[in-house]
């Protein structure tokens, strides 16, 4: 699940830009086209050019947005007051799709008092309980794979994220109701770069494709409203994220409603993409499977979760995050003015030798010495007050997807040489779409 991606500001003026760190003098929509499909290279060549911290603008309205990726600054984010480093005031775009109670719009009291009424889904007491309904979900996809013939897991994956959101977090166990929410949901996650201008442009939701797509909306709040109000009657017992929500909290219908289509929209490409990357490395490499396999075979959680960890490092999902800045701060050697976006960018800090030896290695096994990477250096939930909620969850669904698959087969790579990432909205995605071959496993 993941974390708020891109925040904005207002627009700076010339006075107080002065005070930024420089950064490229490229046309604003040059700049924001770099960021949104090649930002896994423009950064990397943005820190070569102009150092750990840079300047990017971005739109509309020319958004001012500072770059960090030394682990000491974004730490100093992560650990500043959330009055002072808002999360939540840049998503407004999302509203019409999460709504106004989502987790990802909320900031200070809002924020504090939502985030606290979720925990209790989301403990470990509650995560043990979650895992051996993702395990059973895991293994009948997994069987359903094609071995013996190249297929891109990345979709296979995105289709057990899908269902694993559906019986696990919903709850919904129904047969005729999982087949009309199946091909919905898939809509609703599928939500492009060009639907989510209705957010800035509310007259656009009047129109074709944004119309089609709330309809869409529409029809998938009816189920679940409907969900929400038979599950009041019947959660007492009950494991799922939505009835152990009701069980904890006093919430209205409205609030379960977008918490509930945040987890989905938060929580569903993101897992699946992480999967797909720890698949396609698995494949690519012998020695690192065998490890995964004997993991498997013996239950050992942590070298399995090793394993997420490492794809999630070598292949950051969401590659930045942000924070903008609700009034004048010095941070990074610069005295910041109110509005600037800060982003900690993620990827940077995971491709620094000096923090992870061998960067462009996968190596699992980094998270298991007796020298782990230092706390601040692996980041892919974000930090501090805005962390990620499903974190948890996601390592937990990843150990478990791991487990059902590599403890049923051998993976082969039909193109050994790494795949390159491509932009998927917010998230950056296998461009093949991570195409493995599996053979079963001898038993015996």
Same mark, same amino acid.
């Given at each position: 699940?993941?974390p708020t991606p891109l925040l904005?500001s @207002?627009?700076?003026?010339?006075?107080?830009?002065?005070?930024?760190?420089?950064?490229p003098? +490229?046309?604003?929509?040059?700049q924001?086209f770099?960021f949104?499909?090649?930002r896994r290279?423009?950064f990397?060549r /943005?820190l070569?050019k102009y150092g750990d911290v840079?300047t990017?603008?971005?739109v509309p309205?020319?958004r001012?947005?500072v770059?960090?990726s030394?682990?000491?600054?974004i %730490?100093e984010?992560?650990?500043?007051?959330?009055a002072?480093?808002?999360a939540g005031?840049g998503n $407004?775009v999302l509203?019409p799709? /999460?709504g106004s109670?989502?987790?990802?719009?909320?900031?200070?009291e809002?924020?504090?008092?939502?985030r606290?009424?979720?925990m209790p889904?989301f403990s470990?007491?509650? +995560?043990r309980?979650?895992? #051996?309904?993702?395990h059973?979900l #895991?293994?009948?996809?997994?069987?359903?794979?094609?071995?013996g013939?190249?297929?891109k897991?990345?979709? %296979?994956v995105?289709?057990?994220t899908l269902?694993?959101?559906l019986q696990?977090?919903f709850g919904? $166990?129904d047969?005729d109701?999982?087949?009309t929410?199946? *091909?919905?949901l898939d809509k609703?996650?599928?939500?492009?770069?060009?639907?989510?201008?209705?957010g800035?442009?509310?007259?656009?939701? @009047?129109v074709?494709p944004w119309?089609?797509?709330?309809?869409?909306?529409l029809?998938?709040?009816?189920?679940?409203?409907?969900?929400i109000?038979k599950?009041r009657?019947?959660f &007492?017992?009950r494991?799922?994220? +939505?009835?152990?929500l009701?069980?904890a909290?006093n919430?209205s219908?409205?609030?379960?409603r977008?918490?509930?289509?945040?987890?989905?929209?938060?929580?569903h490409?993101t897992?699946a993409t992480?999967?797909?990357?720890a698949?396609?490395?698995?494949?690519?490499?012998p020695?690192?499977?065998?490890?995964?396999?004997?993991?498997?075979?013996?239950?050992a959680?942590?070298?399995l979760e090793?394993?997420?960890?490492?794809?999630l490092?070598?292949?950051?999902?969401?590659?930045?995050?942000?924070?903008?800045?609700? &009034?004048t701060?010095?941070?990074?050697?610069?005295r910041?003015? %109110?509005?600037t976006?800060? /982003?900690?960018?993620?990827?940077?800090?995971?491709?620094?030798?000096e923090?992870f *030896?061998?960067?462009r290695?996968?190596?699992?096994?980094?998270?298991?010495s007796?020298?782990?990477p230092a706390?601040?250096?692996?980041?892919?939930?974000?930090?501090?007050a805005?962390r990620?909620?499903?974190?948890g969850?996601?390592?937990m &669904?990843?150990? &478990?997807? +791991?487990r059902?698959?590599?403890? #049923?087969?051998?993976?082969q790579?039909? %193109?050994p040489?790494?795949e390159p990432a491509?932009?998927?909205n917010v998230?950056?995605?296998p461009? @093949?779409?991570?195409?493995i071959?599996v053979?079963r496993r001898? @038993?015996?």
């Amino acid at each position: 699940m993941a974390p708020t991606p891109l925040l904005g500001s @207002r627009t700076l003026d010339r006075q107080t830009a002065r005070t930024l760190p420089p950064g490229p003098k +490229l046309p604003t929509l040059a700049q924001t086209f770099l960021f949104a499909s090649h930002r896994r290279t423009f950064f990397p060549r /943005m820190l070569a050019k102009y150092g750990d911290v840079f300047t990017i603008r971005l739109v509309p309205s020319s958004r001012v947005c500072v770059v960090l990726s030394r682990p000491d600054h974004i %730490r100093e984010v992560f650990g500043s007051p959330p009055a002072v480093m808002h999360a939540g005031e840049g998503n $407004t775009v999302l509203e019409p799709i /999460m709504g106004s109670h989502s987790l990802l719009l909320l900031d200070d009291e809002d924020h504090v008092r939502m985030r606290k009424q979720l925990m209790p889904a989301f403990s470990g007491a509650a +995560l043990r309980g979650y895992a #051996a309904m993702v395990h059973e979900l #895991a293994q009948t996809e997994v069987a359903k794979w094609p071995a013996g013939e190249p297929f891109k897991v990345h979709q %296979r994956v995105r289709n057990l994220t899908l269902e694993i959101i559906l019986q696990v977090i919903f709850g919904v $166990t129904d047969t005729d109701r999982l087949n009309t929410l199946r *091909p919905l949901l898939d809509k609703i996650v599928s939500v492009s770069p060009v639907i989510m201008l209705g957010g800035f442009y509310p007259a656009l939701l @009047r129109v074709r494709p944004w119309k089609t797509y709330l309809d869409t909306q529409l029809k998938v709040d009816e189920i679940l409203y409907d969900e929400i109000a038979k599950r009041r009657e019947t959660f &007492e017992g009950r494991t799922d994220v +939505l009835s152990r929500l009701l069980a904890a909290g006093n919430w209205s219908d409205e609030e379960l409603r977008d918490q509930l289509v945040t987890l989905l929209l938060a929580g569903h490409e993101t897992t699946a993409t992480a999967m797909a990357w720890a698949f396609h490395e698995l494949a690519r490499r012998p020695d690192d499977l065998a490890f995964g396999q004997r993991a498997a075979d013996a239950g050992a959680d942590d070298e399995l979760e090793a394993i997420v960890k490492e794809a999630l490092r070598l292949h950051p999902v969401v590659y930045q995050v942000g924070r903008r800045l609700t &009034e004048t701060t010095d941070l990074a050697g610069y005295r910041l003015p %109110r509005g600037t976006t800060i /982003m900690a960018a993620i990827g940077l800090v995971h491709r620094d030798a000096e923090h992870f *030896p061998a960067p462009r290695d996968f190596r699992p096994q980094r998270f298991l010495s007796d020298d782990p990477p230092a706390p601040g250096t692996w980041i892919p939930f974000g930090g501090g007050a805005r962390r990620c909620i499903g974190a948890g969850f996601s390592l937990m &669904e990843g150990t &478990e997807i +791991l487990r059902a698959a590599l403890a #049923a087969y051998d993976f082969q790579a039909p %193109r050994p040489a790494p795949e390159p990432a491509q932009a998927k909205n917010v998230t950056l995605v296998p461009r @093949r779409g991570a195409e493995i071959t599996v053979t079963r496993r001898p @038993r015996g």
